[in-house]
């Protein structure tokens, strides 16, 4: 493990901190919001913070707080989620009474609920932090679904594993730094710049055919795009932003020329970075 602090937002046993063991020791927030001002204050080094999950989607506050903070994302990594139901020893689904987690946790598990009618969800602000609500409060009627490190961290025995409704549960992360004075990650082993990512934000005139036009930018290099999402714009009401990101670097000739163009009618463009990807 290496010096770097990395913030992440949860209890020890997140799967938030999983990806930050990726890169050095884990700083943990209780909010997304206190993970960015640890990195604009140089409590720490880096953040790792979920971007979009491949079956609940994005998670659009950190996108907002992309905008909010000043800072610069330096790579990204997949955690694969694996949700366990966890228990005191001895605890069992016939006599369980409730089980806690993260909300989008809970709706990962439908299937659980629909064939344990005797046992009801309860929300958590994490799912780490609703096994360690479990561990202190030695109720063997209450259960938790979390991390396989969390139940370890905790002390909770693995009632049931591989606990989502759908195999393919993956989460991306944004491993971002301070704007101002960047740190790279391309020291560690794992980062690999194979293949580059660059994510911008823009906004638009509200006029005819002007996203047609934001994206020919692109197109007409053959630039491929693999993702486009929008936002509503905080500072109008009803206007919106549009969040994109391209393969290849900010320095490669074709997406420099490409920004150049957006630029010249576009009414804002934020480049958040160019960045490779950090292996488990």
């Known amino acids: 493990m290496t010096n770097l602090i990395i913030a992440y937002q949860g209890e020890p046993g997140a799967y938030s901190e999983i990806a930050a063991l990726r ?8 909010s997304f919001e206190e993970v960015f001002s640890a990195v604009e ?6 953040a790792v913070i ?30 694969k989620v694996e949700h366990c139901l966890l228990g005191l020893p001895g605890s069992s689904t016939d006599t369980a009474r409730r089980v806690l987690s993260h909300p989008q946790a809970l ?9 344990h009618p005797n046992i009801q ?23 938790a679904i979390a991390s396989k490190r969390a139940g370890e961290l905790y002390g909770l025995e693995i009632l049931q ?42 906004t638009l005139p509200n006029e005819q055919g002007s996203l047609f036009k934001a994206l ?5 290099r053959d630039i491929d795009l693999t993702k486009i999402e929008s936002r509503p714009f905080r500072q109008k009401a009803f206007e919106y932003l549009f969040h994109v ?30 960045y490779g990807v950090v292996a488990p």
């Open 107 to 115: 709706a990962q598990c439908r299937n659980f609920f629909k064939t």
């Open 216 to 220: 020919a930018t692109m197109a007409l």
């Open 161 to 202: 594993e591989n606990l989502a409704d759908e195999e393919w549960n993956i989460t991306r992360f944004f491993c971002i730094t301070h704007a101002e004075h960047p740190k790279s990650l391309e020291h560690l082993t794992g980062y690999s710049t194979g293949q580059y990512k660059t994510s911008i934000a823009f």
């Open 23 to 30: 890169l050095g020791r884990p700083y943990p927030c209780c």
């Open 245 to 274: 990101d391209v393969i290849g670097h900010r320095d490669d000739p074709a997406i420099e020329h490409a920004l150049s163009h957006l630029r010249e009618f576009a009414t804002m463009v934020r480049v958040f970075g160019s």
């Open 41 to 46: 204050d140089r409590r720490a080094d880096f």
């Open 50 to 79: 979920p971007m979009e999950n491949s079956l609940g989607g994005s998670i659009h506050r950190n996108y907002d707080l992309l905008l909010e903070h000043p800072v610069v994302i330096t790579a990204e990594t997949f955690v």
């Open 121 to 143: 969800e309860e929300v958590a602000y994490d799912t780490a932090g609703s096994a360690q609500f479990i561990a202190g409060q030695q109720d063997p009627s209450k259960l």
